[in-house]
C-alpha cells in the first residue's frame, strides 16, 4: 500500500508540474511579446529567484550550505532554463502552445532517455527495453496529433 500512495505522490506531483509548464508557457508569451523575450525572461526568472528565496526561508534552509560542493558545471543549471524561456517564446507565437509544447516534449524524451540509459549527470540507469519505447513512441503520436 505503501508503494501504491508513494507512485501515486509521484504522479500528482509530475502533473502539478505539467500544469505549472502549461501556464508558464502562454504567461511568458504574453510578457516576451510586451517586453522582449530577453526582459521577459529576466522577469520570470527574477520571481521565480524570489520565490525560490522564501521556501527556502520557510522550511529552514535545506542543504544550501553544501552548493560548494556541487560539481562546478551544474553551478550554470539555470542557463538552460533560460535557453527554454527563450525557445519557447520564439516557437509558441509562430506555431501555437500545442505545437511548441509537443517539439519541447520530443527533444525532452529523446534527452531524457539518453540520460536514463546512461546514467548521466547522476540518474539512477534505466535501460531502454520496449515497454520505454512503446510509452515514449505513444506518448510522442499523442502529443503530434493534439498539434495538428
Do not use: C
Not at 50 to 62: D, K, P, Q
Not at 125 to 140: A, D, T
Request: glycine share 14%; proline share 5%; aromatic share 6%.
Amino acid at each position: 500500500m505503501e508503494t501504491l500512495s508513494k507512485g501515486i505522490l509521484v504522479i500528482i506531483v509530475g502533473l502539478i508540474g505539467g500544469v505549472a509548464v502549461g501556464l508558464q508557457g502562454p504567461m511568458s508569451g504574453t510578457i516576451s511579446a510586451r517586453l522582449g523575450p530577453v526582459a521577459s525572461s529576466f522577469i520570470i526568472h527574477l520571481g521565480g529567484v524570489i520565490a525560490s528565496g522564501v521556501v527556502l526561508i520557510l522550511i529552514g534552509g535545506e542543504k544550501i550550505s553544501a552548493w560548494g560542493e556541487l560539481p562546478k558545471p551544474f553551478l550554470f543549471a539555470g542557463i538552460f532554463g533560460l535557453i527554454l524561456y527563450l525557445t519557447f517564446s520564439y516557437t509558441l507565437p509562430r506555431v501555437g502552445a500545442t505545437t511548441a509544447a509537443t517539439l519541447l516534449i520530443l527533444a525532452q524524451l529523446i534527452v531524457a532517455i539518453l540520460i536514463d540509459h546512461m546514467g548521466w549527470l547522476g540518474v539512477p540507469q534505466h535501460p531502454v527495453n520496449v515497454s520505454r519505447v512503446l510509452g515514449i513512441l505513444l506518448l510522442l503520436g499523442g502529443a503530434f496529433l493534439a498539434s495538428r
